[in-house]
Every structure is written in C-alpha cells, then in structure tokens.
C-alpha cells in the first residue's frame, strides 16, 4: 500500500501479520481452496525474542528458525509461557545437531541425506520423542544447496520413511533465487503426489502466493513479516 496514508512496507509486525494472512486467504480462496489448508510459518531468524513475542501476541504461533543454537537461545522462554508453540527446523542439520534438534524442534523440514536420516531415527528412537518431518529437495539441482536432488527422491523417501521409520509428511524445497519460482513448485508438488506425501513446504516472502497456486500447505515467510534481518554479525 502506500501514498493514500494508509498502511506502509514496512509497518508493525501485527500489520503485516494481519496483511500477509489476507493474501493467503485470498491466494487459497482463488485456488479453490480453503484458507486453513495453508499454514503460515513465520520465520523470526536473526530477529531478537521482541519481533516472535510480537507476533504471538496477534495469534501467530507457528515459527521457522533456520539454525539450532539460534533457537536455543530464543525459545525455551517462549515456548514456556505459550505450551501451544510449533517451532519449525528449516536450515539445514548437521548429524552432530540432531540430539538438540529433537529436543527443540517439532517439526524437521531439512532431511536430506541418509547420514542425518539415520541419527534421526536413532535418537527418535532414543527419546520417543518424534517431530515431523519434511524431505528438503534440491529442485533445482544447484551445487552450493542441501536437498535431495529429483532423480534420488523416491528412492531416499522410501530409505526416510518405509526403511527408518522417520514420520515425514512432505516435500520442501527453496527455488534458485533467478529462476521462476512455479517450475519448481510444480516439481515438488510431482514428486509429492507419486510418494503420496499430503505436505508441501514451499513459498517464502516474494512467491508465497505463487506457491499456495501449486499446492502449498506451509509457506515460510519471514521479511515481509518481521522487515529486512538485521546483517549477519
Ligand atoms: C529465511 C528463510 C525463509 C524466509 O525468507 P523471506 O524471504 O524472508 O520470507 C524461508 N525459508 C527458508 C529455508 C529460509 O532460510
């Protein structure tokens, strides 16, 4: 919005929960869908505590942290004073992270190698404590990106979820920054349907929309809620 006074970019993390929340309904609505098939995760990462305390006290209460210690540092409190919290894992897990990962996290969207599935299922099997799990793929096959690349899909979600036994409910991928998003949301949403998978994590702030038109059931979302992150120390 803009010269006509009414609301900014760059306005309160209440306004632009409230605005973000209104084109997914009406990204859902268009796409024949209902508005609660769509689950907002809003991503606090690099954002102090304040920003998520701000979000929960408008509803918000699904979060995405994309590094471990970072959600160390900032959730135990929270999730002390609101039990009703899901915390989000969508950065990528090293083995040596996954004890803390389990015990922090519930839901895993970054499974992607056999190494990790298996200290999953380990330390699951360990605790009995049991996050949901999405596989992240590589849909665009870029070299510097985790994921699974599309061609080694079906055989890692059988090895992830017949063979282990990890409670994964879906795909996720993040699209080439300089390319269509669509292409690799349609991929994903492909790979899914044949693996019957019901979740699709896919869209972030500038594609969201995009994403909710080829299926997305979690969009994670962070600037266009919290504002530009603060520049990494
Ligand atoms: C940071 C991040 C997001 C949010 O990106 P925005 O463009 O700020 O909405 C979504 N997904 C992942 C995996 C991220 O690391």
Redesign the pocket.
């Known amino acids: 919005m803009g010269d006509d006074g009414t609301r900014r970019e760059s306005g309160s993390v209440a306004d632009n929960l409230t605005a973000v929340r209104g084109r997914i309904a009406a990204a859902a609505q268009a796409a024949g869908r209902a508005p609660d098939s769509v689950t907002l995760?809003a991503?606090g990462?690099s954002h102090p505590r304040a920003a998520i305390e701000a979000a929960i006290g408008v509803g918000q209460r699904v979060f995405?942290e994309?590094r471990v210690q970072e959600a160390h540092g900032k959730f135990p409190p929270l999730r002390t004073a609101f039990p009703d919290l899901a915390l989000h894992l969508?950065?990528p897990l090293q083995s040596n992270k996954v004890r803390d990962a389990v015990a922090l996290f519930d839901v895993i969207?970054?499974v992607d190698r056999p190494k990790l599935a298996r200290a999953l299922a380990t330390e699951m099997a360990r605790t009995g404590r049991r996050p949901a799990c999405f596989v992240q793929i590589n849909t665009g096959e870029e070299e510097q990106k985790a994921g699974v690349v599309p061609r080694e899909a079906d055989a890692f979600i059988a090895l992830a979820r017949d063979e282990l036994g990890l409670p994964i409910i879906g795909l996720?991928c993040?699209p080439p920054v300089d390319e269509e998003p669509a292409m690799h949301f349609a991929l994903l949403a492909k790979i899914a349907a044949r693996n019957g998978m019901p979740a699709l994590s896919m869209g972030?702030?500038?594609d969201?929309e995009t994403a909710i038109r080829f299926g997305a059931t979690h969009v994670?979302?962070?600037?266009?809620?919290?504002g530009p992150?603060p520049a990494p120390v």
């Open positions: 995760v991503v990462k995405g994309n969508i950065g969207e970054t996720m993040i972030m702030s500038g969201y994670r979302v962070g600037t266009a809620i919290f992150r």
